[in-house]
T-cell receptor
Framework: DQQVKQNSPSLSVQEGRISILNCDYTNSMFDYFLWYKKYPAEGPTFLISISSIKDKNEDGRFTVFLNKSAKHLSLHIVPSQPGDSAVYFCAASGNYKLSFGAGTTVTVRA | NAGVTQTPKFRVLKTGQSMTLLCAQDMNHEYMYWYRQDPGMGLRLIHYSVGEGTTAKGEVPDGYNVSRLKKQNFLLGLESAAPSQTSVYFC????????????FGPGTRLTVL
């Protein structure tokens, strides 16, 4: 029973445009949310996070939005760059364990 | 600092064989985790440890055992490998409770024939 869902397996976006990745969760006990980025043959690397007491967190080109009532979060990448082509995992934290979504593969077209 | 390292990077086993995957971290982290990644499934937690000498089951523990004899090392064992254990295995560590970010190793690709 997956508690974190990323319903879009892939996303293709033109360089310079906005990428929007979505994530839904079911467990209301989750109190911290993270996005990880993964290149082929490498481990996931931390990208950005947000606490459940906030609704927005920004770090450079990356912004994460949290809507607790809808149990939904999104990651915005503006502007998208070729190096952003990767798999992005949404994760939710509860009791020091992370639950991951299935991932969204982002392809940035030149 | 090397961060989180995993040994080996690749391995092919026959059904019924055993092996141990080694994870090491040099960040003095208390918590360590083993995940497996399968297509369309994301990362699923196999076992984890909240400190030296402690281990606990995660979401998919069957067929695996772990040990944490030293703080910096976390071993994942397969006693009798099955084709269903073909996967990419990731080790991760985090500083302590309350620090949510986990740092991942590069992964071990295991194929069981």
């Amino acid at each position: 029973d997956q508690q974190v869902k990323q319903n879009s397996p892939s996303l293709s976006v033109q360089e310079g445009r906005i990428s929007i990745l979505n994530c839904d969760y079911t467990n209301s006990m989750f109190d911290y949310f993270l996005w990880y980025k993964k290149y082929p043959a490498e481990g996931p690397t931390f990208l950005i996070s947000i606490s459940s007491i906030k609704d927005k967190n920004e770090d450079g080109r990356f912004t994460v939005f949290l809507n607790k009532s809808a149990k939904h979060l999104s990651l915005h990448i503006v502007p998208s760059q070729p190096g952003d082509s990767a798999v992005y995992f949404c994760a939710a934290s509860g009791n020091y364990k992370l639950s991951f979504g299935a991932g969204t593969t982002v392809t940035v077209r030149a | 600092n090397a961060g989180v390292t995993q040994t080996p990077k690749f391995r092919v086993l026959k059904t019924g064989q055993s092996m141990t995957l080694l994870c090491a971290q040099d960040m003095n982290h208390e918590y360590m985790y083993w995940y497996r990644q399968d297509p369309g499934m994301g990362l699923r937690l196999i076992h984890y440890s909240v400190g030296e000498g402690t281990t606990a089951k995660g979401e998919v523990p069957d067929g695996y055992n772990v040990s944490r004899l030293k703080k910096q090392n976390f071993l994942l064992g397969l006693e009798s490998a099955a084709p269903s254990q073909t996967s990419v295995y990731f080790c991760a560590s985090s500083y302590q409770r309350g620090y949510n970010e986990q740092f991942f190793g590069p992964g071990t690709r295991l194929t069981v024939l």
